[in-house]
């Protein structure tokens, strides 16, 4: 399996408190990408990064930030979380033209 | 609107059965994925292909570029492949270009 891990793996925060999310890799893959997962929907990306320092948004990327400072950490933040925001958090790793390998998800509750 | 289309959302088989899942993608694309994704929330990639037909085990995966279409089959069905297949389209060149199907919730029964 792809050394790929997430912390936390779940928190419960409060509306309006600023929340980060880690991804770690010990793969030295390029690429990076962070995805939630609601019901009734799927996987959808949120932002993913091509190189340190160097990201773009993704479909859902509204009330979000990355960011990308050595090869194998992509933080997620939410800056004022929302209750809109609660979700499955899935962070995951690629070569480019590669299979993606996804991290074990954190399970994110605002309250 | 660019989309993927999985069809069915649930299936139910015995176990030892053929199983078929499809997806229907709407734009042109540089790569379909398969992944699943167990009960207990992890996700594994399954194939990656944009042309032809791909083999690993028990598990088809293949797609036909003209009519916009991939299906993914298990032969030989195991309780063990109980899981949510999901399809996702790779397009306009870019990696992030990804867009994703809702899954198919496959349940394989003794």
């Known amino acids: 399996d792809a050394g790929i891990t997430q912390s936390p793996r779940h928190k419960v925060t409060e509306t309006g408190t600023p929340v980060t999310l880690r991804c770690h890799q010990t793969?030295?893959?390029?690429?990076m990408y962070w995805y939630r997962q609601d019901p009734g929907h799927g996987l959808r990306l949120i932002h993913y990064?091509?190189?340190?320092?160097?990201?773009d948004k993704g479909e859902v990327s509204d009330g979000y930030s990355v960011s990308r400072s050595k090869t194998e950490d992509f933080l997620l933040t939410l800056e004022s979380a929302t209750s809109s925001q609660t979700s499955v958090y899935f962070c995951?790793?690629?070569?480019?033209?590669?299979?993606?390998?996804f991290g074990p998800g954190t399970r994110l509750t605002v309250l | 609107k660019n989309e993927v289309e999985q069809s069915p959302q649930n299936l139910t088989a015995q176990e030892g059965e053929f199983i078929t899942i499809n997806c229907s993608y709407s734009?042109?694309?540089?790569?379909l994925h398969w992944l699943q994704q167990h009960p207990g929330g992890g996700i594994v990639s399954l194939f990656m292909?944009?042309?032809g037909k791909k083999k690993h085990g028990r598990l088809i995966a293949t797609i036909n570029i003209q009519e916009k279409h991939s299906s993914l089959h298990i032969t030989a069905s195991h309780p063990r492949d109980s899981a949510v297949y999901i399809c996702?389209?790779?397009?306009?060149?870019?990696?992030?270009?990804?867009?994703f199907g809702k899954g198919t919730k496959l349940s394989v029964k003794p």
């Open positions: 995951a790793i690629s070569e480019s033209n590669q299979s993606q390998f």
């Open positions: 793969e030295n893959h390029r690429y």
């Open positions: 990064s091509y190189g340190v320092k160097d990201t």
């Open positions: 734009v042109g694309i540089s790569a």
């Open positions: 292909l944009s042309s």
């Open positions: 996702a389209m790779n397009y306009g060149g870019s990696q992030g270009n990804l867009i």
